[in-house]
């Protein structure tokens, strides 16, 4: 049996829309006939990946909580399961294995956000309390619970990756080559920006496509060889201006999917500081995650594919981003790969 989990639902929010129990939110857009016009895009035949390596930034620079990956391997007699000579179980056996195991931040490097990944203290029950609740109502601590709540860790058993996973990630990507009306200099993209760089950009949107930001914020990590200068890229590529209301009403009404960009965390972070007591330190993920459900990918290498659709003309391509299925995980590392 499905129970809204909210009597408030935030304002601006789209809560319930897609049912008591969605944990998709704008992914329900992507619809068969979404998914067939972002595949008439295909008339070339050609493929860009737009992953970066997932060892890459480099070091801890760009967020000191993440973390390169680590491999490990498992022990196999006297020594590892690792170029494991066979011969050791039988004289007769020629092979030699090898396994691995790694410890992986899931948001290091190319990822997606899930819904899970941030939520609000918001008064959902209309009690006068503001509790830890996340995209249509799913509650931190009990839904989505960490080593801290008490009981059972067990991640984010509602608004996990998985269920992003699940759902097919392919579709109508669009191109925003902020990097083509800007530069590399730090510019704050605001409602007035971002049409002005579509319109020089000759793009349409349509709802259930997945905007694509490219800044040339990636290609500049990936010229650093993984030693990222945390100086320069805090002050290099365009980033969205999470506070301006007019680029949040126009996410709204776009009926864009999701919003993938090559930098940190497609919005200015810090943020602006606003008037008001309490505000989200990230509004365009509290707008995007938190009250509509639209998954943020960052840190998406689109640097090549960007350069060829300039050169012909282009911003759309078919996109394919499925994300690890992952169950609990509030991000996943992902390989997207466009064709155009
Ligand atoms: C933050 O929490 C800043 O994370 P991300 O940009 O990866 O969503």
Redesign the pocket.
């Known amino acids: 049996m499905t129970t809204q989990r909210w009597k408030n639902r935030p304002e601006g929010s789209n809560w319930g829309d897609f049912g008591p129990d969605d944990q998709i939110g704008r992914m329900n857009l992507v619809t068969p006939e979404a998914r067939l016009s972002g595949a008439r895009e295909i008339r070339e035949g050609l493929s860009f990946c737009l992953s970066l390596p997932l060892d890459y930034p480099g070091g801890n620079v760009l967020?000191p909580l993440?973390k390169e990956p680590v491999f490990h391997h498992e022990k196999r007699g006297d020594g590892h399961n690792f170029n494991f000579d066979m011969s050791a179980l039988s004289p007769c056996y020629c092979d030699v294995v090898s396994d691995d195991a790694v410890t992986l931040y899931t948001?290091y490097s190319t990822?997606w956000?899930a819904l899970a990944?941030?939520g609000m203290r918001f008064d959902a029950d209309g009690d006068g309390e503001a509790e830890k609740v996340y995209y249509n109502g799913y509650r931190g601590g009990e839904d989505i619970v960490g080593p801290d709540d008490g009981g059972r860790p067990n991640g984010a058993a509602a608004l996990g990756i998985e269920n992003l996973a699940a759902s097919g990630v392919q579709g109508r990507g669009v191109m925003v080559d902020l990097e083509r009306s800007h530069g590399r200099d730090r510019v704050l993209i605001d409602y007035d920006a971002l049409m002005k760089a579509m319109d020089g950009n000759d793009t349409d949107i349509a709802e259930g496509d997945f905007l694509c930001l490219n800044t040339g914020f990636a290609d500049l990590v990936l010229s650093m060889k993984k030693q990222p200068d945390g100086e320069v890229l805090g002050k290099s590529c365009a980033v969205l201006d999470g506070r301006d209301t007019r680029l949040l009403n126009w996410i709204t009404d776009s009926g864009i999917a999701a919003i993938c960009a090559d930098n940190?965390?497609?919005?200015a972070?810090p943020a602006r500081t606003p008037e008001g007591e309490r505000f989200p330190a990230?509004p365009l993920?509290n707008h995007c995650?938190f009250k509509l459900g639209i998954h943020?990918g960052?840190?998406w290498n689109f640097s090549e594919l960007a350069r060829w659709l300039r050169e012909n003309g282009r911003s759309a391509f078919f996109l394919t981003a499925p994300p690890l299925r992952l169950p609990g995980s509030v991000?996943s590392p992902v390989t997207p790969v466009a064709t155009v």
Do not use: K
């Open positions: 967020f993440r948001q990822q956000d990944h941030v940190f965390a497609v919005e972070y990230l993920h995650l943020l960052e840190l991000g």
